[in-house]
């Protein structure tokens, strides 16, 4: 088993101090990113995944002495080490002065499902875990004291592989806990601290892994213990897989589990964030120390337990809302709801949306709205739904008054804006953009970049995407078993100098990943036009279980293969954490066109704001409040699809978005991007992308979500005052 010891124990004398920088995620967005892992071997860094300390125990001793004698290598080893010791030793960052009563001994534990940390730790699916890895980033970039408390997979998420008729496949790799940047958690004695759960008439027992992201500690919970039963080792097996026995078992894992583990690594949270309803079960396990601690009932409780929880909701559709029935809550609380001293039906009133029927499912979403002080949702317009939506709770208020907020996501920009591009705002908005990315002022002179500089810059991130794309695409082809000149074909895919599309998110019905196809002829004009053409990338999962997802998958594939439009439409397989950075880094356009209003709020559009791309989205989620149009309605930052038409008949909703589509790409979005000049460039457009970095980069970052969350919902009544956002990355 590695460990940050035995590690640092085989490097030589002067790259010691690589080891606490691969156990530490701070180095993903610090300024060097990954290049001094890379540069041990760039072939392995690959394969092993850009794990840190895979790498570093995969090296050889010839090549690690090989480094040791670069004083090159040396000083930036270092440096970088250098400035992760100043980034955690810091004395008063931006949230200690805000809101001191969040105290490191206080902090916030922020409970979450998945975690999108890096490709690296796959414990994510998609937005909800890349989400939750962003807010532990700019938490800690902020100094606001939180640990994360979720679950360690063993198998993750499931893996795509698309079969040679397009149609996806399924399949599980093992995560090797002890080659990832994961500590085990240890008493004095040495031995794995433990903490002990009924599930299923048996006792559960689960060890607790640590990531470190910066100066948060995120805390994984881990049941694959030889003192478990065998199906029990499984619990913690897969993210969102099996029935919903698993998934009951896993929520019960991760809230009461979750707040039983940080009693026994003696942290005592000021505030319990619940990142959407999967964590809601931390309510009671709350009020039953608290109980079993001062002897009173759980209504004298109730209050308290309230005062101390915080939930975001995610999901603005129904179904999307987990909900159990009763007899899997009898099977699962039978033994558990006389230690809140509750009877039977007191105890499933409290996830019942509606009192007395018998046949209410227990909600997750509703014990979290009954048990947290505050609740919001992840956009304007998603809070407005959910508002809507839980009306029900409370019958005596009008919608408007429904006790949910918002507060809209943003992302880590220091973990998705390309280093290339990143330079380039060092050099014009001045070394620190970075720590003032919420300040309006901070991108004015994004206008000083020179359309020469940015563009160049961009043409290279394009080619990166299509370097990437190619080599992802040639090996899916080979593993499928293509015929050769297929393979070879892979070669051609895409075209620096045509005009790219990138679509990439999971593939349910309603973000119709196919609207764009919706009219074969008209698209293969756009496509296949010969003096300006389109390009598109793909990247997507479907749910297992989602047959039209799948079949939607398919019908992409089938149009990679058109001979009209050969070489314009790519789809990478597997799509990830890695290949969303370098779509979101490389496209001229982002696509997303779901039915209104089913994306909470979507983030990926706002990665490609920071690195220059531009987006192109029908007005929902967070889009609603970026874009922005002139007085003829045109959009100025962007582009809206189907305007503010809305309709409940889906069909004729999709035809009305995709003629909108299709009259943005042939008006507006084609003769703009082809409008260059002698030497290619397109000033025009570059005054377009300047637009959408000056417009979207101050409001749609996790560090102006996060000072939201502190002064909102942590510790309300604070303000940012005279502290303006400044997030700690110390060069
Ligand atoms: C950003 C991101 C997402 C979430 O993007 P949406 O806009 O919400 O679809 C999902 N998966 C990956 C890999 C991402 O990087």
Redesign the pocket.
């Known amino acids: 088993m590695t460990t940050i010891e035995t590690l640092r124990a085989k490097l030589p004398f002067p790259l010691k101090r690589l080891a606490d920088l691969a156990y530490n995620y701070w180095w993903s967005w610090s300024c060097d990113r990954t290049s001094l892992f890379q540069n041990i071997n760039p072939d392995e860094w690959q394969r092993c995944g850009h794990n840190p300390v895979a790498i570093l125990e995969s090296a050889s001793y010839v090549r690690l002495t090989q480094l040791a004698k670069e004083p090159a290598y040396i000083k930036r080893v270092k440096a970088l080490a250098d400035q992760l010791d100043r980034y955690l030793a810091e004395k008063s960052p931006w949230a200690s002065r805000v809101a001191p009563q969040i105290s490191p001994e206080r902090p916030v534990a922020y409970f979450c499902a998945e975690f999108?940390i890096h490709e690296s730790l796959p414990i994510?699916s998609?937005?909800l875990?890349?989400?939750a890895g962003d807010h532990l980033k700019s938490a800690s970039d902020l100094g606001v004291p939180m640990v994360g408390i979720g679950l360690m997979y063993r198998q993750g998420y499931f893996r795509q592989r698309l079969n040679r008729g397009g149609w996806q496949e399924d399949y599980y790799v093992d995560n090797h806990f002890d080659q990832m940047p994961l500590e085990l958690m240890k008493n004095q004695q040495g031995e794995p601290i433990t903490i002990e759960m009924e599930i299923r008439q048996r006792i559960v027992k689960a060890q607790i892994w640590l990531a470190r992201v910066g100066r948060v500690k995120l805390y994984l919970l881990d049941s694959d213990r030889h003192d478990n039963d065998p199906i029990d080792r499984w619990l913690t097996g897969h993210l969102y897989g099996g029935n919903q026995e698993t998934r009951i078992a896993q929520e019960v894992m991760l809230g009461i589990g979750g707040v039983r583990a940080l009693k026994a690594l003696g942290i005592t949270p000021s505030v319990y964030h619940l990142n959407e309803g999967h964590a809601a079960f931390c309510t009671l396990e709350i009020a039953r120390q608290e109980i079993q601690r001062s002897g009173k009932s759980f209504y004298d409780i109730e209050a308290d337990v309230r005062e101390a929880c915080v939930f975001t909701t995610h999901t603005p559709v129904p179904a999307g809302h987990d909900v159990f029935s009763s007899d899997l809550m009898d099977s699962y609380f039978a033994h558990y709801w006389p230690t809140l001293g509750l009877s039977r039906e007191q105890f499933l009133a409290l996830g019942a949306r509606r009192l007395g029927d018998p046949w209410e499912p227990f909600g997750m979403t509703v014990l979290a709205l009954r048990m947290c002080r505050t609740a919001n949702g992840v956009s304007e317009l998603h809070g407005e739904v959910s508002r809507k939506m839980w009306n029900i709770l409370y019958p005596d208020r009008k919608e408007d008054k429904v006790p949910i907020a918002h507060i809209t996501n943003g992302?880590h920009a220091r973990t998705w804006t390309a280093p290339l591009i990143s330079d380039l705002y060092s050099q014009y908005l001045g070394e620190d953009w970075s720590t003032r990315m919420v300040d309006p002022k901070t991108w004015e002179k994004v206008d000083e970049i020179p359309d020469e500089e940015i563009w160049w810059r961009h043409q290279v991130l394009k080619e990166r995407l299509i370097a990437h794309t190619r080599a992802k695409v040639k090996m899916s082809r080979q593993n499928r078993g293509e015929e050769q000149f297929r393979i070879d074909a892979a070669d051609k895919l895409l075209d620096p100098n045509v005009l790219t599309i990138g679509f990439?998110?999971?593939f349910s019905p309603y973000k119709r990943g196919d609207l764009l196809m919706r009219d074969a002829e008209r698209a293969l004009r756009i496509f296949g036009n010969l003096e300006k053409p389109v390009q598109i990338v793909f990247a997507g999962k479907a749910h297992p279980a989602d047959e039209e997802g799948k079949r939607i998958i398919q019908r992409l594939m089938e149009w990679c293969k058109h001979p009209d439009i050969l070489n314009r439409v790519a789809l990478v397989e597997d799509?990830?954490?890695y290949?969303?950075?370098k779509l979101?880094q490389g496209v001229d356009v982002w696509l997303?066109n779901p039915r209104r209003p089913l994306?909470a709020?979507?983030?990926?559009?706002?990665?490609v704001c920071f690195n220059g791309g531009i987006n192109c989205s029908v007005l929902d989620g967070w889009w609603c409040e970026g874009y922005q149009a002139d007085a003829n309605g045109k959009g100025t930052n962007g582009w809206a699809i189907g305007e503010d038409a809305h309709t409940s008949d889906q069909e004729l909703q999709d035809r009305i978005d995709s003629e909108s589509l299709y009259r943005l790409l042939e008006e507006e979005i084609v003769p703009l991007y082809y409008d260059q000049d002698e030497n290619g460039v397109p000033h025009r457009w570059i005054g377009m992308m300047k637009a959408s970095i000056k417009t979207n980069s101050p409001l749609f970052n996790t560090d102006r979500m996060i000072a939201d969350y502190v002064t909102q919902v942590y510790a309300p009544g604070t303000s940012v005052g005279a502290e303006p956002i400044m997030a700690s990355v110390l060069a």
Do not use: F, M
């Not at 709020?601 to 990665?607: A, D, F, I, L, N």
């Open positions: 999108g994510y998609g937005g875990g890349i989400l992302v990439a998110r999971r799509y990830d954490i290949t969303g950075q979101v997303n994306e709020s979507g983030t990926s559009g706002q990665k």
